[in-house]
C-alpha cells in the first residue's frame, strides 16, 4: 500500500481539510507512486500562519544558541538516514543517486552551520559623537516567514531558506512543490524528532494556487522567500510589496560558460558538460550556452559532442546513470517544443533531439542530451530558459541543449486568476 504523508501544523501530522491527496510520482518509472500527499487548501494554509503566529513570540524568546541545538541534532538524525533520503529523492525528483546524496550532505552542512550562527549573533557598538551615550545594534526577528521551494533541489533549498530563519527566531510555513514533497518532509520530520517546540516549523503541501496565495497574503507573515519563475517571481513580488513585508526572490536564468582560445580543451569540455548535464539541466544555474574562441571552436565542439554521446541516461537508481529523467510529463515536453523551435529557427543540430523510448525508456521521461550550432542572439533556444541547456558557441554560434530541461527553478506556484 503507498505511504500517505500529512502536513505538519502545531507539532501534530495532519490530514488536510478536504481529506483529498495527491500521488508524487518516480518520474524514471511513471507506473510507480512514491507516495500521497495532503491536497491542502487555503483554509489549512491559513491554519499553519495562525499557529506559527502564536509560537513566534516564545521561539524568539529562546536564547540563539538553543535555537541552534535543534538544527544540530536534526542534521545528525538526517545524516544518519542519508542513503534513505537520497533514495527516496532520486525516486521522486529523478536526479542520479550520488547527485540526490551530495545534495543531502550540503543539506546537513546547512544545518550544522546555521545551528553555530546561534552562538555568532553578535550585535555591534557604534561610537557616538556624544559623551557619557552608548550605542549599539540588537537584532531581532521578523516574525513568521513563508518559504515557497522548488522541486529540483528539493532538499538543499529548503534547508538554506528555514535553517536561518529558524535560529534567528522566526517561525516558518514552508510550501514545498508539488513534484517533490517528500525532501522537504524528511527536514520537517527530524526537526520534530529534535524535540523543536510546536508550531516553530509548520509544512504544507497542495496547489500553490491556493496555499502559496494564502501565505503571501496573511497577516501574520512578514517575509517570503521565492525560488521558482520569472512570471510567478514577478506576481508575488507584488503581492508581497503591497503588504510591505519583504521577499526575497530566486528565479530564472541563461548562464552562458566563456571558452578563450589558450583554455585546457579537455578541462574546458568537462565544465561544459557538468554545467550543462549535471541534475539533468533542471537548475536554474545550469549552463545553457557556451561562447567560444573561433581559434580552439572547431576542436572543442568536436570533443563536446563525442563526450556528450558517451552520457548514459536513465533511472537515476541505477549504477552508472550520469543524467536523470525530465522531473514529469509537461516538463518533457518543453524540452521537446524548444527542441522543435531551434530546428525551426535554423540552428544546426548536431547531436541527441529526440525523446529516448524503448523497454525501460517507455516508463519514464528521457531526453537524448542535445547540442545545436549556428545559433544567432536572436533565436529564442539563445535567449529564453526552456529549463535545459542550450548553448550558443560564439564566433559560429553553438547552442546546447543536453537532455531534459524543464524550468531549472520550477515551482508548482500557479498566477492567481
Same mark, same amino acid.
Given at each position: 500500500?503507498?505511504?500517505?504523508? *500529512?502536513?505538519?501544523?502545531?507539532?501534530?501530522?495532519?490530514?488536510?481539510?478536504?481529506?483529498? +491527496?495527491?500521488?508524487?510520482?518516480?518520474?524514471?518509472?511513471?507506473?510507480?507512486?512514491?507516495?500521497?500527499?495532503?491536497?491542502?487548501?487555503?483554509?489549512?494554509?491559513?491554519?499553519? @500562519?495562525?499557529?506559527?503566529?502564536?509560537?513566534?513570540?516564545?521561539?524568539?524568546?529562546?536564547? !540563539?544558541?538553543?535555537?541552534?541545538?535543534?538544527?544540530?541534532?536534526?542534521?545528525?538524525?538526517?545524516?544518519?538516514?542519508?542513503?534513505?533520503?537520497?533514495?527516496?529523492?532520486?525516486?521522486?525528483?529523478?536526479?542520479?543517486?550520488?547527485?540526490?546524496?551530495?545534495?543531502?550532505?550540503? !543539506?546537513?552542512?546547512?544545518?550544522?552551520?546555521?545551528?553555530?550562527?546561534?552562538? *555568532?549573533?553578535?550585535?555591534?557598538?557604534?561610537?557616538?559623537?556624544?559623551?557619557?551615550?552608548?550605542?549599539?545594534?540588537?537584532?531581532?526577528?521578523?516574525?513568521?516567514?513563508?518559504?515557497?521551494?522548488?522541486?529540483?533541489?528539493? $532538499?538543499?533549498?529548503?534547508?538554506?531558506?528555514?535553517?536561518?530563519?529558524?535560529?534567528?527566531?522566526?517561525?516558518?510555513?514552508?510550501?514545498?512543490?508539488?513534484?517533490?514533497?517528500?525532501?522537504?518532509?524528511?527536514?520537517?520530520?527530524?526537526?520534530?524528532?529534535?524535540?523543536?517546540?510546536?508550531?516553530?516549523?509548520?509544512?504544507?503541501?497542495?496547489?500553490?494556487?491556493?496555499?502559496?496565495?494564502?501565505?503571501?497574503?496573511?497577516?501574520?507573515?512578514?517575509?517570503?522567500?521565492?525560488?521558482?519563475? @520569472?512570471?510567478?517571481?514577478?506576481? $508575488?513580488?507584488?503581492?508581497?510589496?503591497?503588504?510591505?513585508?519583504?521577499?526575497?526572490?530566486?528565479?530564472?536564468?541563461?548562464?552562458?560558460?566563456?571558452?578563450?582560445?589558450?583554455?585546457?580543451?579537455?578541462?574546458?569540455?568537462?565544465?561544459?558538460?557538468?554545467?550543462?548535464?549535471?541534475?539533468?539541466?533542471?537548475?536554474?544555474?545550469?549552463?545553457?550556452?557556451?561562447?567560444?574562441?573561433?581559434?580552439?571552436?572547431?576542436?572543442?565542439?568536436?570533443?563536446?559532442?563525442?563526450?556528450?554521446?558517451?552520457?548514459?541516461?536513465?533511472?537515476?537508481?541505477?549504477?552508472?546513470?550520469?543524467?536523470?529523467?525530465?522531473?514529469?510529463?509537461?516538463?518533457?515536453? /518543453?524540452?521537446?517544443?524548444?527542441?522543435?523551435?531551434?530546428?525551426?529557427?535554423?540552428?544546426?543540430?548536431?547531436?541527441?533531439?529526440?525523446?529516448?523510448?524503448?523497454?525501460?525508456?517507455?516508463?519514464?521521461?528521457?531526453?537524448?542530451? +542535445?547540442?545545436?550550432?549556428?545559433?544567432?542572439?536572436?533565436?529564442? $533556444?539563445?535567449?529564453?530558459?526552456?529549463?535545459?541547456?542550450?548553448?550558443?558557441?560564439?564566433?559560429?554560434? /553553438?547552442?546546447?541543449?543536453?537532455? !531534459?530541461?524543464? +524550468?531549472?527553478?520550477?515551482?508548482?506556484?500557479?498566477?492567481?486568476?
Amino acid at each position: 500500500m503507498t505511504e500517505v504523508f *500529512r502536513n505538519y501544523i502545531a507539532g501534530e501530522w495532519r490530514e488536510c481539510l478536504s481529506k483529498k +491527496t495527491f500521488p508524487n510520482t518516480n518520474p524514471a518509472r511513471n507506473d510507480e507512486t512514491v507516495g500521497l500527499f495532503q491536497a491542502s487548501g487555503a483554509e489549512d494554509a491559513k491554519q499553519a @500562519c495562525d499557529v506559527a503566529h502564536e509560537a513566534q513570540p516564545r521561539w524568539a524568546a529562546l536564547p !540563539a544558541p538553543r535555537r541552534g541545538e535543534y538544527l544540530f541534532r536534526a542534521a545528525e538524525l538526517i545524516e544518519a538516514r542519508l542513503a534513505k533520503i537520497a533514495e527516496d529523492m532520486t525516486r521522486e525528483e529523478g536526479k542520479t543517486l550520488p547527485e540526490a546524496k551530495g545534495e543531502v550532505k550540503r !543539506a546537513v552542512n546547512i544545518l550544522r552551520y546555521f545551528g553555530g550562527e546561534g552562538a *555568532r549573533q553578535f550585535s555591534y557598538q557604534i561610537p557616538s559623537e556624544r559623551e557619557n551615550v552608548f550605542c549599539y545594534t540588537l537584532r531581532k526577528p521578523l516574525g513568521v516567514l513563508g518559504l515557497i521551494t522548488p522541486w529540483n533541489f528539493p $532538499i538543499a533549498i529548503p534547508v538554506w531558506k528555514l535553517a536561518p530563519a529558524l535560529v534567528a527566531g522566526n517561525t516558518v510555513v514552508i510550501k514545498p512543490a508539488s513534484l517533490a514533497p517528500m525532501s522537504a518532509y524528511r527536514v520537517v520530520e527530524a526537526l520534530h524528532e529534535a524535540g523543536i517546540p510546536p508550531g516553530v516549523i509548520n509544512y504544507v503541501t497542495g496547489s500553490g494556487g491556493d496555499v502559496g496565495t494564502t501565505i503571501i497574503e496573511h497577516p501574520a507573515v512578514r517575509a517570503i522567500s521565492f525560488t521558482g519563475s @520569472c512570471n510567478v517571481g514577478d506576481s $508575488i513580488y507584488e503581492r508581497a510589496t503591497r503588504r510591505r513585508i519583504r521577499v526575497q526572490l530566486e528565479m530564472g536564468g541563461k548562464n552562458p560558460t566563456v571558452v578563450l582560445a589558450d583554455s585546457d580543451i579537455d578541462y574546458a569540455v568537462d565544465i561544459l558538460v557538468n554545467g550543462a548535464f549535471f541534475s539533468t539541466g533542471q537548475k536554474c544555474t545550469a549552463c545553457s550556452r557556451a561562447v567560444i574562441e573561433e581559434p580552439i571552436y572547431d576542436a572543442l565542439v568536436d570533443l563536446l559532442v563525442a563526450k556528450t554521446r558517451q552520457l548514459k541516461v536513465g533511472d537515476g537508481m541505477e549504477p552508472g546513470i550520469e543524467i536523470g529523467p525530465a522531473v514529469d510529463a509537461n516538463q518533457l515536453q /518543453t524540452v521537446l517544443d524548444y527542441i522543435a523551435i531551434g530546428k525551426q529557427e535554423g540552428a544546426k543540430l548536431l547531436c541527441g533531439g529526440k525523446r529516448l523510448t524503448g523497454g525501460k525508456y517507455d516508463l519514464g521521461y528521457f531526453v537524448e542530451p +542535445t547540442i545545436f550550432s549556428d545559433v544567432t542572439p536572436d533565436m529564442r $533556444i539563445a535567449q529564453e530558459e526552456y529549463s535545459g541547456r542550450s548553448w550558443r558557441c560564439s564566433a559560429r554560434k /553553438t547552442s546546447v541543449m543536453p537532455c !531534459a530541461w524543464p +524550468t531549472p527553478c520550477a515551482s508548482d506556484y500557479q498566477l492567481p486568476s
